[in-house]
């Protein structure tokens, strides 16, 4: 049964896992954490991810390859190649845009 606090606040463990998830970019190195706060920000405004379920994916996906690369000492554009915008695009391109998802419920409400 769900509490009046999660009525009101939303589900807590998605929130939970947010919060790991962005304590896990504040703890990789400077250059690294702007690069993940940068390609967050291009995903958030080009609409590839919507979904809790495929952000969660791509950006804890964006996280591990990230630390890895700090931790092999690699520089990021080594992992993302020089277009880091098509880096993210591929990434969340299995993902739903919001488009797509708009798409979808357009034709779900004309009958």
Not at 94 to 101: C, F, L, P, R, Y
């Amino acid at each position: 049964m769900m509490s009046i606090f999660e009525k009101i606040f939303g589900d807590f463990s998605e929130k939970k896992a947010w919060r790991e998830m962005e304590n896990r970019a504040k703890s990789l190195p400077e250059d690294y954490c702007i690069a993940y706060k940068a390609m967050q920000k291009y995903l958030w405004n080009t609409g590839s991810v919507v979904d809790w379920q495929e952000t969660k994916f791509v950006f804890n996906h964006i996280i591990d390859l990230l630390e890895e690369a700090a931790a092999d000492g690699k520089p990021v554009k080594e992992v993302t190649g020089n277009d880091v915008a098509a880096f993210c695009d591929d990434l969340a391109s299995d993902a739903k845009s919001w488009v797509d998802k708009q798409r979808q419920k357009l034709n779900d409400a004309i009958k």
